[in-house]
């Protein structure tokens, strides 16, 4: 079955304790992003990429860092998490670049204390 | 990244009624993404529209891209309890800018 998945889906944690969740598609997309949705404020994009070794910012990249060395898995790391990164995570990709449909994945819900 | 206004944010609409979002940009589009959202969900994709003044259906959802590409519409006819749901404009340039939202509930 075609998807993106991610890992874990709920996590709690401290300031200031490094984590990732990770993001992997079974698709062969080039293009993978991440975005976090909060109330009212839509779904904003921290990082996206267009290939392998190939990422760059969205809108809103403070506090994250991503990398891109293979091609269907696309991890999101919080070096030091903040109370502020509290929201709702999605991953998705999508062949070729934006422009076509995005696959999303079921999402991570975060909680930063 | 662009500005992006969708409205309304919330829609409260009866059961069998038609009802219309909106989304609109400050600058000329390329293309325009619908998604939706179903409460606990992740985004789907409904939709691309591409052309200037383009129109697309989908059963019950009609799509519009504006004239001069600055604005698109969402038209539910006969509002049903499966269009419950958060609808999404995503403006694409790249980076993918979605509007908040317009969240919508339905009395049966």
């Known amino acids: 079955e075609a998807q993106v998945t991610q890992n874990p889906r709920y996590l709690i944690t401290v300031t200031g304790k490094k984590l990732t969740v990770t993001c992997s598609q079974n698709?062969?997309?080039?293009?993978m992003s991440w975005y976090r949705q909060d109330p009212g404020l839509g779904l904003r994009q921290i990082y996206y990429?267009?290939?392998?070794?190939?990422?760059d910012k969205g809108d809103v990249p403070e506090g994250y860092k991503v990398s891109r060395k293979e091609k269907r898995n696309f991890p999101l790391i919080l070096e030091s998490p903040s109370p502020n990164q509290t929201s709702l995570y999605f991953c998705?990709?999508?062949?070729?670049?934006?422009?076509?449909?995005?696959?999303f994945g079921p999402g991570t819900r975060l909680t930063v204390l | 990244g662009q500005q992006v206004m969708q409205i309304p944010q919330y829609q409260h609409v009866q059961e069998g009624e038609d009802f219309t979002t909106y989304c609109n940009s400050s600058?000329?589009?390329?293309?325009i993404q619908w998604y939706k959202q179903r409460p606990g969900g992740h985004p789907v994709f409904l939709i691309q529209?591409?052309?200037?003044?383009e129109v697309k259906k989908q059963k019950r959802l009609t799509f519009q891209f504006g004239e001069a590409k600055k604005n698109s519409s969402l038209h539910i006819t006969a509002t049903q309890t499966t269009d419950v749901g958060t609808y999404f404009c995503?403006?694409?340039?790249?980076?993918?800018?979605f509007g908040a939202g317009t969240t919508v509930t339905v009395r049966a």
């Open positions: 698709m062969n997309h080039e293009y």
């Open positions: 998705a990709s999508s062949l070729g670049d934006s422009h076509n449909e995005q696959f």
């Open positions: 529209l591409v052309k200037s003044g």
């Open positions: 600058t000329t589009l390329s293309n």
């Open positions: 990429s267009m290939n392998v070794e190939v990422t």
């Open positions: 995503a403006l694409n340039d790249y980076k993918l800018s």
